[in-house]
Structure formats: C-alpha cells, structure tokens
C-alpha cells in the first residue's frame, strides 16, 4: 500500500510563499498522476492542482492560477510539490497530497485513490 507524506504546512501573513511537499512510498507512483487538494471545515475537498509530468500537463483551479504551481522531482518523479505565492486568508485549509494510476489530470477527489494525511496552512491578513 502507497503511502504519501506531506510537509511543509505552517503559519503565515499574507503575502508569504509556502513550499508543500509529498513523497511517495513506492517507485510505482513515478508512473501516477500526482495532485494536490484541500478542504476547509464544512466544504468538500476541492482540487488546488494536479499534474502529469511525462508530457508536462497539468490543471489549476482558477483561484491559483497566477500564484500557485505544482512540480514533481525531476529524478525519481515520486515526488510533487507545491510553491504558493501571494498566500491570502482564502488559502487557510488543510492541503492533501493524492495519487492516481491513472493517467487522466482528474479534478474530482473521488478519482485518486492514495491519500496523505494532510497538511495545516493558515494564513493570517
């Protein structure tokens, strides 16, 4: 069973950058599609980005686009970050590392079947 780690969650102002990253256990996920998604209490978990680095695709929710990009470890590629720029309050969630096998850039949670265990971002104005 894969297992994915995230890090790199804190506590910032606005305006500050954050580095998210999530590594998988297993060589298999160099052949996944990798995302990054996060939930707020009392909302569903909402695609952030999601990318497949073999032909250099990749999806971002309108609410990042500009400020956020997704890229996976350029030698093993069983690794996927997530630099965020221009953090705002909005951007408080806990961010969640997924992983597919399939290789379609889905953007609906119930698509990707490995987890991580999330990580707290808050961003304080």
């Known amino acids: 069973q894969m297992q994915l780690v995230e890090s790199g969650g804190g506590l910032v102002q606005a305006g500050d950058s954050l580095r998210l990253s999530c590594a998988a256990s297993?060589?298999?996920?160099?052949?996944?599609?990798m995302a990054w998604f996060r939930q707020v209490p009392g909302k569903e978990r909402e695609i952030v980005a999601v990318e497949r680095w073999w032909d250099r695709s990749w999806y971002l929710a309108d609410s990042v686009k500009g400020r956020f990009t997704i890229s996976r470890d350029t030698t093993m590629h069983t690794a996927v970050y997530l630099q965020m720029n221009s953090l705002g309050p909005d951007d408080t969630a806990v961010y969640y590392c997924a992983a597919s096998p399939s290789d379609t850039l889905a953007i609906v949670a119930t698509a990707y079947q490995y987890w991580g265990q999330g990580t707290q971002v808050t961003v304080s104005s």
């Open positions: 297993e060589r298999s996920a160099s052949s996944y599609v």
